[in-house]
């Protein structure tokens, strides 16, 4: 399936995926402020935005894998700097066990390596049959208070809101139940050979602390970046700190 997606820049491409209740509208703010050393593209996840959904039936993080890989193939490119951010980390662990060679670099934002633990799954299913009936605004009221830092501006909690009023239900069941299922990636964490730079917000409230520094000690030579005036949306919440962060890593490749 070939994605939707917005871009910016010319040059080696820069592939940033959103996670989950979010489009690639997650990443506005990265388009521009890196736009001047990177051919900067958003995508649509399938179901959402600028991209189609299957005629029918669910889908897997490796089912989003192979669309990224379908859209670097069109985009005209061998290789990629990757980041995913959430269940878009997830979906880069699973995009670099089967492509690994699409990749040059990796920025994993506010995600983790580890599977759901068994009581996260059984809270999926339920999210999965809410998000279904009702529309993934529904499920607003009890996300977003942990997506976004305490101290979050108003403007950024309308944004995000926006973002879940535009996700369809199914689409929104189907990532849910998708993530229930995913792996565990610890284990591939030392075998990343790529630069890597780990990124969360100061104020991540939906991830267990310590989460990013776990990961970036385990892949060699990773980088960490704690990012402060942010939490979980990050890349919204603190732009410049998230660009400065990205910045530096890419020109240091
Ligand atoms: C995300 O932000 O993509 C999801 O909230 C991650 C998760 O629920 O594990």
Redesign the pocket.
Known sequence: MKLGYDEAGSGEVLLLV?????DRRIWRHQLGGLSDIRRVVAVDLRGRGKSPAPAEGGWSLDDHAGDLAGTIDSLGVEQVDLGG????G?IVFAFLRRYPEKVRSLILV???ATP?PPE?RTGRVTTAERARKFGTAALAGS?LPN?LAKDAPQSVYEEAVQMLEALPGDTSAND?LA?KDRPDSTAMLASIAVPTLVIEGAGEQ?LPPGTAKGMADAIPGARLASIPGGG?FVPMENPDGVNDAVRNFLNGL
Do not use: E, K, V
């Open positions: 959103h996670g989950f209740p979010m951010i959430s269940m878009g997830y506010s995600t983790r759901d996260y996300m997506l849910s993530m939906l979980h």
